[in-house]
């Protein structure tokens, strides 16, 4: 398998920790969307929409969109839950995340870490909004270690990197001790540094 991406996109890191922690055997192919290279016609032939991250099968079938692409990988594994109800949970949080979470979270980070814009001038709607999402996940997480269950899904994998990098357009995780420890939870879990 193949996973092309930028280890500086969140969505692309969803894909790199599900396939880490599975075990899977990959090769990353980098990819610089701010230098054209998502948009060349050897890309665009494996995912026609020009984004990243994409995974390439043995066989040569490509999949995109970060979300479907670890709802696949974690496919019979305890990443998703046997159970169709939990199933549906994960599937709930998959939702959420890409709309309420990461067009406002990530799309300040994109603002200051791509564009090279100051906090300030982050567009006021992102910040309000990835506040309320940041706010939400604490609360939840006031009363649960993980977002569906007791372990690690790819609901808390979709979720972790945006959140992770979350100071980077302009959010404050220390005030928020819940959301902090679960950060540390996944980042034990994944093998993962702090950020």
């Known amino acids: 398998m193949r996973i092309y991406g930028d280890l500086g996109s969140g969505n692309c890191l969803k894909v790199k920790y599900a396939a880490d922690v599975l075990g899977l055997a990959y090769e990353w192919v980098p990819i610089d969307i701010m230098r054209g290279e998502s948009r060349t016609p050897e890309f665009l032939a494996r995912n026609i929409t020009g984004q990243v991250p994409v995974i390439e099968l043995a066989d040569g079938r490509c999949l995109g969109q970060s979300n479907a692409i670890i709802r696949f990988l974690a496919r019979g594994s305890a990443l998703l839950p046997d159970d169709a109800f939990l199933q549906a949970k994960v599937d709930e949080w998959l939702f959420w995340e890409q709309n309420a979470h990461e067009f406002f979270v990530a799309g300040a980070r994109f603002q200051v870490v791509y564009l090279g814009r100051s906090v300030d001038q982050v567009d006021r709607l992102r910040i309000d909004r990835?506040?309320?999402?940041?706010?939400?996940?604490?609360?939840?997480?006031?009363?649960?270690?993980?977002?569906?269950g007791k372990t690690l899904t790819?609901?808390?994998?979709?979720?972790?990197p945006y959140t992770r990098m979350a100071g980077d357009g302009g959010f404050d995780l220390s005030i928020r001790p819940n959301l902090s420890a679960w950060i540390k939870r996944c980042e034990d879990v994944l093998g993962l540094g702090a950020y």
């Open 130 to 148: 990835g506040n309320e999402a940041l706010d939400m996940m604490e609360k939840v997480l006031g009363s649960a270690d993980y977002f569906v």
């Open 154 to 160: 790819i609901a808390d994998i979709a979720l972790l």
